[in-house]
Each structure stands twice: as structure tokens, then as C-alpha cells.
């Protein structure tokens, strides 16, 4: 396979995200709203939205967001979500690249620890984190607004 490169998502990659989360949630993306969103947090450097390309298509992305923390010493953390390979690049090392990508965003930016939510049936996810040094000693727990 030809290098994987990863870099912070630009507007025009709008598209190849919209394909991938296709492949995530089972419905298309609202473009113009992405578009948007992605121009926001483009601007705001606690936001870090990774794609992973092969050449000139998306294969992977995942998102960083550093959160400012009062506890202790006051270093903040980090929240990973969205993170999603092509299947045709699943269990080729898109996603471990990524994740390091997003580590050392945190890493510059101080954080203590990462902190991720991933839905209870995905087990292949779940077995891919542990595999890359994430653990289950904690509980997460989720509520999905009406927004």
C-alpha cells in the first residue's frame, strides 16, 4: 500500500468525511452545514479534525477537542470522537496512525489523558483501543440531547 497520510481536515475534504460517516452512522451529511462546521472549527485550536488520505481520497478521520479541566493542576484533557476508516482500510494501520496524530495534538497541547466513548456493540472497536493502550477501568456514560 502507498503512504497514508495524515493531516488537519480542509474544507474541500467535506465529501470524502461525508462518505466515511456514511459509512458510520447510515445516513449522508448535511454538506453545507459540514462545510460550516468545519470552517468553526478550523479557527479554534482546541479543535483537531484529522483526515488520513491515500492519495487524493479521505480513508480515515478522527477528531480531537481539547477540554480545560479546574481540577488538580489544571491540565486540561482530551475528547476523541468521530473516528472512522474506510472498510476497505480497516485493520491496516489507518486507524493506529490517526489516533497517534491525535495523541500528539494532545500531548502539544498539554493533556493529561484522552478520553473516548465508543457505542457498546462495536467490539471490534473496543478490541482495536485496548490493542493501542486504551483502558475500561473507568465507565462512560452518554445522553443524547433533543437538540
Do not use: W
Not at 19 to 34: C, E, T
Not at 46 to 72: F, K, M, P, R
Not at 104 to 133: M, N, P, T
Amino acid at each position: 500500500m502507498n503512504q497514508i497520510i495524515v493531516r488537519k481536515a480542509e474544507i474541500n475534504d467535506v465529501v470524502g468525511l461525508s462518505r466515511l460517516f456514511v459509512d458510520f452512522i447510515g445516513k449522508k451529511s448535511n454538506l453545507s452545514a459540514m462545510k460550516e462546521q468545519l470552517k468553526m472549527i478550523s479557527d479554534n485550536d482546541s479543535y483537531y479534525v484529522a483526515v488520513a488520505c491515500h492519495g487524493n481520497e479521505v480513508i480515515g478521520t478522527a477528531t480531537g477537542i481539547v477540554c480545560h479541566d479546574l481540577v488538580g493542576d489544571c491540565n486540561p484533557f482530551m475528547l476523541v470522537e468521530n473516528v472512522v476508516v474506510s472498510p476497505t482500510y480497516q485493520r491496516k494501520g489507518v486507524g493506529k496512525i490517526l489516533m497517534k496524530n491525535l495523541e500528539d495534538f494532545g500531548e502539544k497541547k498539554r493533556c493529561k489523558y484522552v478520553i473516548l466513548v465508543s457505542e457498546i456493540q462495536r467490539e471490534i472497536s473496543h478490541k482495536f483501543y485496548e490493542a493501542i493502550g486504551y483502558s475500561t477501568d473507568q465507565k462512560g456514560f452518554k445522553k443524547r440531547l433533543k437538540a
